[in-house]
């Protein structure tokens, strides 16, 4: 019987919540599941660090490195310049995640705001593609990616442009609304400029309808399929501990709510995000 593979666009393989005992137990179940490729994302500077050694490690994991707005009070120019370094190694592929949380605040907004920017602009340098956090910030969260180009004319003319199902071609900006959670019509706006959004494990959820309604609305080639494990474990594992491999659940959900099979859901999530990451 033919593998069908997979790929988890959004994990955190370098949790620092995780023993060390159970890190391996996830890469021994990664090696032994259908997942053909995982992106291990930094939040902040150790664990980009980590990101980007699981990479030069592991031979299906490709690393994003940034600081999440919940450690932005971590951060300085300095750290920002290790960041910058550590995106010039061999398979880190993206800057992330970074953006706006206005659910918890653990950082204030001031700072949330300016290193957003910052690390925005460290993207746009780069030419890298770029992993968003947004939550209870959707505007705001669209204004400063306009405001810094995230969208303009000069980044989208660094990638390929993007055929829709109806031959319809669309901008690529390469920035990912990770475990979106906004409306279909947010998400459609968000198409329109360039961007790519993932679905996680709360698509599962038995009221989760309005990420029911974007995957129904958003054609499959603009989205990507995720963990964000540790968290938001999807059914039937809900409550316990996510883990990368449980990605097959929120793909399945994604092919019954599209009324696709799972196979074309796999491929062509796998594609997009190969094309996204850049991975050959």
Avoid at 19 to 32: N, P
Avoid at 176 to 188: N, P, Q, R, T, Y
Wanted: one cysteine or more.
């Amino acid at each position: 019987m033919e593998r069908i593979a997979l790929f988890d666009s959004h994990a955190h393989i370098n949790n620092d919540t995780l023993t060390e005992e159970e890190r391996e137990s996830w890469i021994e179940g990664i090696e032994a599941s259908d997942l053909a490729y995982v992106m291990d994302v930094g939040f902040d500077l150790p664990s980009s660090v980590l990101a980007a050694k699981h990479g030069e490690r592991l031979a299906w994991c490709y690393g994003a490195v940034g600081v999440h707005p919940h450690d932005t009070k971590t951060m300085d120019e300095d750290v920002l310049q290790m960041i910058a370094t550590l995106a010039g190694k061999e398979k880190v592929q993206a800057i992330g995640e970074i953006g706006l949380d206005y659910h918890y605040e653990n950082s204030d907004r001031q700072s949330q705001r300016y290193w957003f920017r910052r690390q925005i602009q460290l993207a746009n340098q780069l030419g890298m593609p770029i992993i968003i956090h947004s939550r209870e910030a959707d505007q705001e969260t669209l204004d400063i990616l306009k405001e810094e180009g995230a969208f303009s004319q000069e980044r989208c003319s660094r990638f390929p442009k993007r055929v829709g199902p109806d031959g319809t071609t669309y901008p690529d900006a390469r920035v990912l609304l990770h475990c979106f959670s906004g409306s279909l019509e947010l998400g459609k706006q968000y198409i329109k400029l360039g961007a790519t959004l993932s679905i996680a494990g709360p698509v599962t959820y038995k009221n989760n309808r309005k990420t029911s309604e974007v995957v129904a609305g958003i054609p499959l080639e603009f989205l990507l399929v995720e963990t964000d494990s540790p968290y938001l474990t999807p059914e039937p594992y809900r409550g316990r501990k996510n883990k990368p491999y449980y990605v097959e659940y929120t793909a399945r959900k994604v092919a019954e709510l599209k009324g696709i099979s799972y196979e074309t859901v796999a491929k062509q999530t796998l594609d997009n995000a190969k094309r996204f990451f850049d991975i050959p």
